[in-house]
């Protein structure tokens, strides 16, 4: 079955620096890629998504980008701000297929100082 | 909408008993599945359901059991509750066939097994 990797598990960086995060699938039969969002006490929210018939997509300061061939995707988030602190999760799965389930990575506690 | 909604909010429960967990969604969606998020960890799959009367086993099934009765309906049941299920339970839903996978969550419900 699909076994999805993330790190770093914790990223601490300035305001206003970027944050990469990074994850590897297995199943090279994955076709969509979500990250989620996930604030402290609060539930996981989708924040951009991408499929595997294109290379990045991009929504204001967040960026996701795949490489098919080596399997690998990632988050990019520019000019961090102290909301951004959360834990990401990013996940694989078929999209139209094994009724969209999604395997999910371990997550990235993502710190912003201020 | 309300969205996907859980109840209880919190549980404490002693070792052997047991419980429900009610989840209902009001955005007519097909699909919904229960995960478990132990602290730090990512998100497993317990259980899910494409439609009503049919569900199927996630990655981690054991020691809880779900019905889908209804399309808006998905409970999950806990029997003989043992602290290794002491987590925050969520439950969610996507529409399948739709542009994007989007899985919508509810709040959570955080359980306690002492």
């Known amino acids: 079955g699909e076994n999805v990797e993330q790190h770093p598990s914790t990223l601490s960086v300035q305001e206003g620096d970027s944050a990469v995060i990074k994850c590897t699938y297995s199943d090279s039969a994955s076709n969509y890629f979500p990250w989620y969002k996930q604030e402290l006490g609060k539930r996981p929210q989708l924040i951009i998504d991408?499929?595997?018939?294109?290379g990045e997509k991009k929504d204001q300061r967040i960026a996701v980008t795949l490489n098919k061939t080596a399997k690998h995707f990632s988050l990019h988030i520019t000019e961090t701000q102290p909301e951004d602190s959360a834990v990401y999760f990013c996940a694989a799965s078929k999209f139209g297929g094994s009724q969209g389930n999604l395997i999910f990575g371990k997550g990235t506690k993502l710190s912003v100082k201020p | 909408n309300a969205g996907v909604t859980q109840t209880p909010k919190f549980r404490i429960l002693k070792i052997g008993q047991s419980m429900t967990l009610q989840c209902t969604q009001d955005?007519?969606?097909?699909?919904m599945y229960w995960y478990r998020q132990d602290p730090g960890m990512g998100l497993k799959l317990i259980y899910y359901s494409v439609g009503a009367g049919i569900t199927d086993k996630g990655e981690v099934p054991n020691g809880y059991n779900v019905s889908r009765s209804t399309t808006e309906d998905f409970p999950l049941r806990l029997e003989l509750a043992a602290p290794s299920q002491t987590s925050v339970y969520f439950c969610a839903s996507t529409l399948s066939g739709g542009l994007r996978n989007e899985q919508f969550f509810g709040p959570g419900t955080r359980l306690t097994v002492l």
């Open positions: 955005m007519n969606h097909n699909y």
């Open positions: 991408i499929r595997s018939n294109v």
